[in-house]
């Protein structure tokens, strides 16, 4: 098409593409583990789920997820046994979401595969310029004072 615009050229376009390259290359590699669920939106939901576990409210503000669109998701991986639902010690009223037996297992398959790309990648880029992506990253990301998702 004439006078299109190019594509944009900075660097916020080059840490997406990044971050989708990286996320696609450990979702290809966990649902062929056998981890089909990862490959579907409800997957996302792992990466917020810690060891104490977390309400579903909280589940929902950090996804952006509506409340009934989480419940739905929780209900499934339940289903599945990824996730269980278990009395929240401090508000008796909520339950709080947390990995089940496979959820670990599911946790410790990512662990080796996300160490496996970084050393993909460190491989492709060499050392240095590897670890001047992880410096670079780190420093952006503590000048912002951001500490995660």
């Given amino acids: 098409m004439t006078g299109a615009p190019d594509w944009p050229d900075h660097i916020g376009w080059d840490l997406a593409r990044a971050a989708e390259l990286w996320k696609r290359m450990f979702r290809a590699r966990m649902v062929a583990l056998g981890y089909d669920w990862y490959g579907e939106a409800r997957g996302r939901l792992m990466q917020h789920i810690g060891p ?3 309400n579903q409210s909280e589940l929902a503000r950090r996804t952006g997820h509506s409340k009934q669109a989480i419940q739905q998701m929780v209900d499934t ?8 639902r278990i009395p929240d010690k401090r508000d008796a009223r909520q339950k709080r979401v947390v990995l089940s037996e496979q959820g670990l297992a599911f946790q410790t398959d990512g662990t080796r595969i996300k160490a496996e790309i970084e050393e993909e990648l460190r491989a492709r880029m060499g050392d240095a310029g590897f670890d001047a992506l992880r410096t670079g990253l780190k420093s952006l990301l503590d000048a912002q004072g951001w500490s995660g998702i």
């Fill in 52 to 54: 104490s576990g977390l």
């Fill in 77 to 84: 991986l339940e289903a599945e046994g990824v996730v269980a």
